[in-house]
């Protein structure tokens, strides 16, 4: 019990340590993410490209993610594609603000659902289905990602620069934490962040 | 003693600037990229949010709405939005396939990165999840709805170039709840991106 209070203090610290960032989004609680998602996984971006669709009106960017470990009950591949609004084909930039931004050489763990068409994955409710992994004295956390598309840390030169982007410190949730929460999620616990504030 | 006085100097100093400056934390999308002139023309298509009871499902509000930022031309149009393709165009009836869930409204730019750093926005889409309830000026009362006027005086925010603000009661702020109309005047941290830009 108070390693779970401990987890949602902290899931709160990071959750408030970064600002909302976003076109206009309403908050999701927590559990409510991790119940929605089809994938909950731990892994590496090892490659992103970006193209235009079909319909020649939207320019997404795919994300191959190799897994190394799956959250919850439902497993799948090792790797996995994950496709985004946004992204740059031949010098023409499309930037849905304040959505997620994929970086090749990220660390991550994702929460994914599938587009409503029922194709590819993509990251559950924007930005709050992103965490980044930073190594902490030989433990694994998770903190939000503080950088979405249009934001002021993507700099020009090195916008895709994981180093570059590097993040302040910031509290984080260790991984067995987090797994922890998934699971109580996804048999029904309620971590609901609104609650929590009050 | 000199130590101690050199300090209590210092912090009246500061103390000074910060209350005869005001507070600016604007940020702008990055890369910085704005229109080639102004005023911006963006269009309102007139097929309107069927949640909105104000005759024209807030089109003619949001018209008149997003002339807040003093640089927009604003009509409505028959016309909906090519993405790729100026002008920067309102829909009020569809979450364009890429706002759902979270995302109460969502604002796609595309730009070309130029060589001399003075990057130029070709066009700005804006879209509204339609699985949300809105409201306009037009109407009277509220509950539980999103203002479709603050929203979307955001929203032109980034389709001019601005990002968020870490001011709270700045239109570019990034957190917005329902029946909050605050979002319809700009602060002066606005003015001050709009300025930074045009």
Request: charged share 20%; hydrophobic share 40%.
């Amino acid at each position: 019990m108070h390693r779970r209070s401990l987890s949602i203090v902290t899931l709160l610290l990071v959750a408030l340590s970064v600002p909302v960032s976003a076109s206009q989004f309403v908050d999701q609680p927590f559990d409510q993410v991790a119940r929605e998602s089809a994938y909950i996984v731990r892994g590496t971006i090892v490659d992103t490209w970006s193209a235009w669709n079909g319909a020649h009106d939207v320019i997404y960017t795919f994300a191959t993610v190799r897994v190394h470990r799956y959250f919850g009950e439902a497993t799948g591949p090792d790797t996995l594609v994950v496709r985004e609004v946004g992204g740059t084909v031949e010098g023409y930039t499309m930037e849905a603000i304040g959505f997620p931004a994929v970086r090749r050489g990220e660390e991550v763990v994702l929460l994914l659902s599938k587009w409503d068409d029922g194709s590819d994955l993509r990251i559950h409710a924007y930005n709050q289905g992103k965490y980044l992994v930073r190594d902490r004295g030989g433990v694994e956390v998770l903190v939000a990602d503080p950088v979405t598309q249009g934001s002021d840390r993507l700099d020009r030169a090195d916008r895709f620069d994981v180093e570059a982007n590097r993040i302040e410190d910031t509290p984080g949730l260790t991984i067995d934490e987090f797994a922890a929460m998934v699971d109580d999620a996804r048999a029904g616990g309620r971590v609901d962040r609104e609650q929590q504030r009050q | 003693m000199k130590k101690q006085t050199i300090l209590a100097l210092g912090i009246t100093s500061i103390i000074l600037i910060a209350s005869t400056e005001p507070v600016m934390a604007y940020t702008l999308l990055s890369p910085r990229r704005r229109w080639a002139s102004t005023p911006v023309t963006v269009r309102v298509y007139n097929v309107g949010n069927s949640t909105i009871s104000d005759g024209s499902g807030g089109v003619n509000a949001t018209v008149s709405a997003i002339r807040v930022w003093g640089i927009i031309s604003s009509s409505s149009t028959s016309s909906a939005a090519v993405r790729g393709s100026a002008p920067a165009t309102i829909m009020l009836n569809t979450n364009g396939g890429v706002c759902t869930g979270g995302c109460l409204a969502a604002t796609l730019t595309g730009y070309y990165i130029s060589q001399s750093g003075d990057d130029r926005i070709y066009d700005a889409d804006v879209y509204t999840n339609t699985a949300y309830q809105f409201y306009s000026s037009g109407e009277s009362g509220c509950s539980g709805e999103y203002d479709i006027n603050g929203i979307m005086a955001h929203e032109v925010g980034h389709v001019i170039g601005i990002g968020h603000s870490s001011v709270a009661g700045a239109t570019m702020y990034p957190s917005v709840s329902a029946c909050n109309t605050a979002n319809r005047t700009l602060a002066s941290d606005d003015f001050a991106a709009r300025d930074n830009l045009y």
